[in-house]
């Protein structure tokens, strides 16, 4: 049994069909109006019944297609809703951290030192957070732009935005590494000054006879 789309006439053909059923026919059956669909076993039924030009089965049988029922609503847990969220951040931040390491290329100890090595690393991290701040807000103004503006107009916003951005950026990053050489600088500045709190001697009888002292501050 093929269930298929109602089209008006197949509507109105049911509703002639209902019409002429009277009460008495006991074997007949009305054919529901609130149906979605229609059997072609019902097609044949209403053209036989109505026996006219207008619902013959071929004409009923026009501009119906094969009935897909809808799919039923899923019902949200808002408990594995927030579970896959955290899922979904966790594997994004994995996935960003595990770009940052394929970027920072492996450094040999021979040449360099543990603290240069992390100074790269912490450069190389800076400029790819930089790169994808610059990235989202072009993209950002670029969709904010929507249909209001031509396409040329919005590429020139896009870029205009970017480069404020980059130039904010680099400024501030900037501003931070030379805050910390001068902190660097003003430290290697200050000289140590010692102090001798205490003095013990040693075998005082041995040492004065050369004339040695042994100190400990």
Not at 2 to 21: G, Q
Not at 80 to 106: G, H, K
Request: contains cysteine; glycine residues 4%.
């Amino acid at each position: 049994m093929v269930k298929l789309t109602k089209t008006e006439l197949i509507s109105e053909a049911v509703v002639l069909f209902n019409e002429k059923i009277s009460p008495d026919e006991s074997n007949a059956k009305h054919i529901s109006t609130e149906s979605l669909f229609v059997t072609h076993n019902m097609l044949g039924k209403l053209a036989l019944a109505l026996n006219c030009d207008k619902y013959t089965f071929s004409k009923l049988l026009a501009g119906t297609q094969i009935y897909i029922p809808p799919k039923p609503e899923k019902k949200s847990d808002p408990e594995f809703d927030a579970r896959m969220n955290r899922l979904r951040t966790r594997l994004q931040e994995q996935e960003y951290q595990e770009m940052i390491a394929s970027a920072v290329p492996e450094l040999s100890s021979s040449f360099l030192e543990p603290f240069e090595k992390k100074e790269i690393k912490q450069q190389i991290s800076v400029i790819i957070n930089i790169m994808f701040s610059v990235v989202s807000v072009a993209f950002a103004v670029w969709v904010w732009g929507g249909s209001s503006l031509s396409p040329g107009k919005r590429l020139l916003l896009s870029m205009f935005a970017g480069v404020v951005v980059l130039i904010a950026e680099v400024a501030l990053y900037t501003g931070y590494i030379q805050r910390i050489d001068d902190a660097r600088k003003k430290e290697k500045r200050k000289k140590e000054v010692k102090e001798v709190i205490n003095t013990v001697e040693f075998f005082p009888s041995t040492k004065a006879s050369t004339g040695e002292k042994e100190r400990v501050v």
